[in-house]
């Protein structure tokens, strides 16, 4: 019996070398083909640069009480409002990613994030929102939350992320001022055991390793460079930028004073799907001394450096295949005028 895959627009698929046979491919009844569409649903790069200044609020809820309502946004989902003994609720929009964008209004430019098609109105009208994010220095910060009509609401709030270009002093204002880290048993992040632990100190610039035995060393960070492929020091599985062979990522490079190595920088692997509840997340630090200077390599990620677009990583792929089924007799007579 012979089996054929057709794909849209009646192409055959070649399994094997050029110079293999063809082969059909019969779903269900014998008198029946399947006539297969297959399209590429992957989000383009630009699209995907605007949802990764988001990449700090997105999936987190925040709540608002103003004009006897309290609201609550999802960042990325849904947002809706309810009196405080719960009468009325009303959704004020769902996120259609695909509108995210880029509003150039030179000093008052901003981000925006739609929310569509909340609950009805009236017949021809139904609940909407737009939040806009503007340049700012700190943590994200909600400026206001206005009606501008009586369906639609605006939402105003900072974020370092948000402006047009972000430095690496507007990604360390966002930072605690001290983040630390202690080594437990089996920890994979302090592989060899030669570090019991490390403290981040950003508002100086420096890097505290505790080397075991009361014995600590303090490193001045310098000033930070992006590099477009980390070292082959990491050991910890990465997904590639796009731009770069299997494996290699970008990365923000502190360089440290008195010592090889120094420290990297990732945007989050799964920054569009993971909740971030950390500034900072340690993949791997460890210290050797060698020579007159020791070796110290340390790799983060966090969901703060996904504003720098040059750091995001490359998505996977999302292909959609859809089949619907044709007469044996109507696929052989399109076979015949193809060919």
Known sequence: ?????????????????VTAPEYEM???PQQKLL????????????QLAFQARWAMLLRQ????????????????GRFERFFPRGQIRQELGNHNKKLDGYVNEGEKSYFVQHYVNGTKYDDNTMFSSEVRCYCGEGEPKL???????????????????????????LLLSSMPP????????????????????????????????????DSEKTFKMKPA???????????????????????????IYWPLEGAVGGIYGLCHTYWDEIVGDTYLDLIHA??????????????????????????????????????????????????????
């Open 286 to 339: 460890q210290i050797h001394q060698s020579g007159d200077e020791p070796e110290v390599y340390v790799l983060y990620q966090s969901l703060a450096l996904c504003g720098m677009h040059q750091l995001i990583p490359k998505q996977r792929p999302d292909t959609v295949v859809q089949c619907g089924e044709v007469e044996v007799k109507e696929q052989k007579e399109a076979v015949a005028q193809e060919l």
């Open 143 to 169: 400026e206001s939350l206005t009606m501008t009509n009586e369906t639609n609401l605006l939402v105003n709030l900072e974020m370092f992320s948000c402006c047009k270009r972000v430095t690496v002093p």
């Open 35 to 46: 006539k297969c569409q297959q399209k590429d649903e992957t989000e383009s790069w630009f």
């Open 225 to 251: 460079r992006f590099v477009a492929r980390l070292p082959n020091l990491v050991i910890y599985p990465l997904v590639s930028r796009p731009t770069l062979r299997a494996g290699a990522r970008s990365a």
């Open 178 to 213: 001290v983040l630390s880290f202690n080594a437990q048993a089996g920890d994979h992040r302090f592989p060899g055991g030669s570090m019991q632990g490390m403290e981040f100190r950003f508002r100086n610039n420096s890097l505290v390793i505790d080397s075991g035995y």
């Open 1 to 17: 019996m012979s089996i054929t895959l057709f794909v849209f627009a009646l192409n055959k698929i070649r399994i094997g070398p």
């Open 61 to 76: 809820c925040k709540s608002m009480t103003t004009g006897g309502w309290n609201y609550l946004l999802c960042f990325g």
């Open 26 to 28: 019969r779903f269900g």
